[in-house]
């Protein structure tokens, strides 16, 4: 055990995004380097004749026994089994880390130094499970170094834990078998749920703006580093994170977006699709794992990854042929926040070869029916004001808006404009001033349009819904088709003839309404006449006297009723007439006291004929 001693030091290195990493290593050995190569064959220099061949895959290695096999258990047994213990050959073409990892494995047996990492901890540490360097061969062997590496230094380091979970790609099932791959991911994750107050290691953070000197630690510190994994180990981490519900929706899908930015295509710029370059159809492959991957990690709460985003995934995974499920998950999730979307978020190229134009509105038309069916189901009768009703018109707006952009693309078909012009129902836009600047701007980038397209692509437009100031402009402008310039014009001319029919109509009412309050004047100045001229002839039948006084007395009593009964009746005809032309008149404050006044005297007249007939 003298021969050999381990040194635990630091050093620099690039790793990612060209940053400094402080990563641990191990040295073992103190030998040097005597083993060289000739042919197909790796030697080591020694006075000794070599007794043992080691084949594999297409290397041989010439060793001695008196070396290896006091540590390796494996090769013990395979050399007892030999009949020829001077010169053995074995083949160990299953070994895990190949060549490179049994190299590391017999140098440790010649004392020669070797250096030990993250980057070839996981190869060395499968090859010495496999040649057996355990303590039950040698006490302090191979493998009680390696894991007293692995726990106090691998394990405690943030990056040194993500470097050796990816090496466990190529090792897959022994990293999983050694408990590797568990044991990384519950270190990585440990540090992700630290709160970043207390992170002292070192991180990859390039977000334009930061400086590490002067801020704070961000939230998703650890977003960029745990990019580097391959996507199920990087599927692992973040399973290990949601299971813990430590961590907001939005920490998670933000850590889902940086590692798409740094695996997926670059799908929203728009290149003609003869320039394209083919990819080879394993990276293809791996794009559409991928991607199908990271939609089934997406959150459930909306708002946990941007609708930008959504729609960005669902380019890609259309350009990659993706599942139907993905892409059906795609459009729905994208859908529910379609209201945050801008016009930029909607800008996708279309990548299918049958297609010239460049922007994909398939794909919109896709989302915008997803919403709207969405809606509708919501939303049956949508009310002003209403919550329902301010979705759907900047839904409106939002669309609108969009058109006016693709409708630059010389090669867009009015079909394609249609299909999502006409999707949207009549209560989505308040006005159609933008669906109208969508349409001129086709008709202007498209001259020679047939009069039958032009037709089609001004059917979604209401000449009613139009602004006085579109509607000016609409009559002058010679690209519409000369029907929806007549409609326009008409009307124009329809509004104005209702314009005119209003202000006469109002006229003659007040001139008949000024008309008939003089004349229910004059009937209430009549009744009052002819009350006082039945009051006077009551008076003067009182002073004649009567051939009997009861008679009389009841006579008069029964004219009086009578006389009572019709006043009444006409009092209540006079009134109705005055209610009547008091509402048409608008209740004028004029008109009102008029009207009192007389009903006022007419019942003082009453009153006192009355009081005379009671004498």
Same mark, same amino acid.
């Given at each position: ?65 008196? &070396? ?79 894991? *007293?590496?692995?726990?106090?230094? =691998? ?5 040194? *834990? ?10 897959? #099932?022994?990293? #999983? ?61 973040? =399973? ?324 009572? =009964?019709?006043? #009444? ?42 009081? &005379?007939?009671?004498?």
């Amino acid at each position: 055990m003298s021969n050999y001693r381990v040194v635990f030091s630091r050093y620099s290195f690039s790793f990612m995004e060209k940053k400094i990493a402080k990563m641990k290593f191990m040295k073992l050995g103190t030998r040097p380097d005597t083993f060289f190569t000739e042919e197909a064959t790796r030697s080591v220099i020694s006075d000794i004749r070599s007794d043992l061949v080691i084949r594999i895959n297409n290397i041989n290695f010439l060793l001695h026994q008196f &070396s290896l096999l006091p540590k390796c258990g494996l090769l013990q047994r395979l050399c007892s089994d030999s009949e020829d213990s001077n010169a053995v050959t074995i083949e160990l073409h299953d070994i895990p880390g190949g060549e490179d990892a049994f190299e590391l494995c017999a140098k440790y047996c010649y004392g020669i130094t070797i250096n030990l990492s993250a980057h070839n901890f996981v190869s060395a540490f499968c090859a010495a499970k496999f040649l057996r360097m355990t303590e039950a061969v040698e006490k302090g062997n191979f493998v009680l170094k390696l894991e *007293s590496f692995f726990n106090s230094c =691998i394990l405690e380091g943030w990056k040194d *834990s993500i470097v050796t979970l990816q090496t466990t790609v190529k090792l897959t #099932e022994w990293s #999983e078998n050694l408990g590797i791959v568990r044991r990384c991911v519950d270190s990585i994750v440990e540090k992700i749920l630290t709160p970043p107050a207390k992170v002292t290691w070192s991180y990859t953070y390039t977000r334009k703006g930061f400086n590490k000197q002067q801020q704070s630690v961000p939230k998703d510190w650890w977003t960029e580093d745990i990019s580097d994994l391959d996507i199920d180990l990087f599927r692992c981490i973040i =399973i290990a994170i949601k299971s813990t519900y430590m961590l907001p929706p939005q920490l998670i899908g933000e850590a889902l977006h940086v590692y798409a930015c740094r695996w997926l295509p670059d799908a929203t710029k728009i290149t003609p699709p003869e320039s394209s370059v083919s990819q080879t159809d394993d990276v293809a492959e791996n794009h559409r794992k991928i991607i199908e991957i990271i939609v089934t990690m997406i959150p459930a709460d909306k708002g946990s990854v941007s609708v930008g985003f959504l729609l960005r995934l669902l380019s890609i995974a259309s350009h990659l042929g993706a599942s139907t499920i993905t892409k059906t998950e795609l459009i729905r999730r994208s859908s529910l926040q379609l209201e945050e979307a801008t016009v930029s978020d909607l800008l996708f190229p279309t990548h299918s070869s049958s297609n010239q134009h460049y922007y994909d509105i398939d794909l919109v038309a896709a989302v915008l029916d997803s919403f709207l069916l969405l809606w509708r189901r919501t939303s049956p009768a949508p009310i002003e004001n209403s919550q329902s009703m301010r979705s759907i018109r900047k839904i409106g707006k939002l669309i609108d808006t969009y058109l006016q952009v693709v409708a630059r693309d010389i090669n867009l078909p009015v079909s394609k404009v249609l299909s999502v012009a006409e999707a949207l129902p009549d209560i989505a836009r308040k006005d159609h001033d933008d669906l109208y600047k969508g349409i001129n701007i086709y008709l202007k980038e498209h001259p020679e349009l047939s009069k039958t397209d032009k037709k089609r692509l001004c059917r979604p437009l209401d000449c009613q819904k139009l602004s006085p100031e579109v509607r000016t402009h609409a009559v002058k402008n010679e690209r519409l088709p000369l029907r929806t310039v007549v409609q326009v014009l008409f009307f124009e001319q329809d509004k104005g003839s209702r314009a005119n029919d209003q202000r006469m109509s109002a006229q003659e009412e007040l001139l008949s309404r000024g008309k008939q309050i003089p004349l229910v004047r004059d009937k209430l100045s009549k009744l009052q006449l002819e009350q006082h001229e039945q009051t006077a002839a009551l008076e003067a039948i009182g002073k004649t006297p009567a051939p009997s006084e009861s008679s009389s007395r009841n006579h008069q009593k029964m004219k009086r009723t009578d006389k009572k =009964i019709a006043l #009444e009746s006409e009092k209540k005809v006079a009134r109705e007439e005055i209610e009547e032309v008091e509402t048409k008149d608008g209740g004028s404050s004029g008109s009102k006291i008029n009207a009192k006044k007389m009903m006022k005297n007419r019942s003082g007249s009453d009153h006192s004929r009355d009081k &005379s007939r009671d004498r």
